[in-house]
């Protein structure tokens, strides 16, 4: 098959190396927690603990390769012959911190987990982030031993309720696991045709609809203490399941979990590897972070939407593109190197990205009074140095019935990359 964005890790050749998943490593999980931690020039990165999950719910094909670069990779190399086994692109909040003006004058420290396939000898683990020139850092360099007594072995018996809301008929599929958020005991009959509702929203996107085989949706039901979500700037404090909260780098609809090992405690012994988390707010709000998690307020109008949207962030490491000129994280780019992201171009390496897609009278930049060009090249922001293709989509507006041409397809090509040999 045939990818269009297939990028190699950064770090050695893999040449005409290909392996199989059972080579290296046993059907079960290893789970690595990690402590991020610095500002916008210095940042580290520490092993907190790691564990051992009797099931592996990630991809088995294409172990040693990344689709997306992301904005940081972990990857796993063969102790004893140094070749790359395994990669994982990734983004995380507290890279999206380091870009604050506040990231000037402290520092701060973040929780990240990475479940990666468990190996079956000893592994070198590296941390590696991604800086805004695109240049490579390694910030944590670290051996693995299967036979360690420090990785927790003893699995978990996961008491909470779960109901699988779409089966896959696929021999490896995508598993997600949809998640309550604040929901008391009373409140999951909401929660479930919540739940459902995103679901069927999902599929009716055309990507996704094409594929929809090769996707398991399980909702979990874990029961939250206090009803609703944690907003700080009106002191509503919660004790939830997952502990979301509003207000996240003090942008109001910013709907985020920073408590993320306690998400993947909540999740032990469930089959997933995607995580969409439905939080019980009206109030407008969420979030989408690159092969961690989406959130989203689902008691908004039109909740199922915006969720997908979240997930587009998520799932496929598609970027926003609507812009507005407050934001706190206005992406801006230089233009001497593509960012990575597919529905996002500096013009530097177009080639890359959609321009196959185009009609060959379409103006490069393209101009938003040409109402009847579907797909083009269109200045995000004036000044910001991004493109993007068209002027409607799931990933810059409500009212999308669809994702534009450039993110389906990259949402297939992914779909392919995870589920396809």
Sequence with gaps: ???????VAFIGSLGAFSQSFADYFENKTLRLDYTFEGDHIHQTAALEAMKMIPEWNGRKVNPEQVLLQGNGQIQMYDAATN?????ESYSTLFQEWTTLEVAKKTQKKFENVFLVPFPKQKVNIKIVFFDKANTAHVLLNHTVDPKDTNIQ????KNEIETIIIHKSSHPNPIKIAVVAEGYSKKEMKTFKRKANAFVRQLFKHSAFKKYQE???VIAVMPVSIDSGITTPRKQEWKNTALQASFDTFDMDRYLTIQHVREMHNVLEGIPYHHIVVLANSEVYGGGGIYNSYAVMSAQIKKFARVTVHEFGHSFAGLADEYFYPSDHLQQTTKNNFEPWEQNITSLANFETKWKRFLKKDTPIPTTYTEKNRPL??????????????GQVCRMKTNGAKDFCTVCSHAIEQLILFYTEE
């Design 1 to 7: 098959m045939r990818f269009l964005f297939i990028l």
């Design 83 to 87: 070749r790359l086994i395994y990669v």
């Design 153 to 156: 072995k003893e699995p978990k």
């Design 214 to 216: 090769r996707f398991q």
């Design 376 to 389: 083009g090249v269109y200045e995000g922001l004036k000044g910001n140095g991004i493109y993007i293709p």
